[in-house]
């Protein structure tokens, strides 16, 4: 400090500040991982912009799950790194997972296309998921084939559609 200058009050680093500088501090330490080839599908989720509530997510799920004596984790995506909130939580508590896409991850589905912002991670970690899930689910049948096809979901694998649609009662 400089002799006669007033005193400045240190920054504060609470709050939302804390959890985004945590946030980013977890992502760029993941994402070191992902680049060494050692968590090369999860880093994906990593890679999200809402990462930093993924870590509390899982705590929470897990906590709920234990209290509860859960039979089965539900996970719907859109955001799709719940999908691997879901996976990891239902591993701690030894029951099976079910994916509920509301909205195609990968693929467009009015052109049935890869997405072009569907990275090389991301359909490896899809098909991770899928493929240790209990069932998954979609809003309808080109969805649920494409996911079944694209990723070669074995057959005990349950799969089902359930339309959006509204109760006028």
């Known amino acids: 400090r400089i002799p006669d200058e007033p005193a400045r009050t240190p920054p504060r680093f609470g709050g939302w500040l804390a959890a985004a500088y945590a946030a980013a501090a977890v992502t760029a330490l993941v994402l070191h991982f992902v680049r060494e080839g050692s968590v090369r599908p999860w880093g ?4 999200s912009v809402l990462s ?7 705590r929470a799920t897990r906590e709920a799950g234990r209290r509860c ?8 995506g ?8 879901a996976a990891l939580a239902a591993r701690s508590l030894k029951v099976p997972y079910v994916l509920d896409y509301r909205d195609a991850w990968t693929f467009d589905q009015y052109s049935g296309q890869i997405k072009p912002q569907a990275s ?6 899809e098909r991770r998921l899928l493929h240790g899930a209990g069932a998954f ?4 049948r080109p969805i649920l084939d494409w996911l079944a096809t694209q990723h070669a979901v074995p057959g005990p694998v349950a799969r089902r559609v359930i339309p959006n649609g509204y109760d006028p009662e």
């Open 44 to 47: 994906e989720v990593a890679r």
């Open 52 to 58: 930093f509530w993924m870590i509390p997510a899982l």
């Open 69 to 76: 004596g859960a039979d089965v984790i539900l996970a719907t």
């Open 78 to 85: 859109n955001p799709f790194n719940s999908f691997a909130i």
């Open 120 to 125: 090389d991670i991301a359909l490896p970690l």
């Open 137 to 140: 689910i979609s809003v309808n």
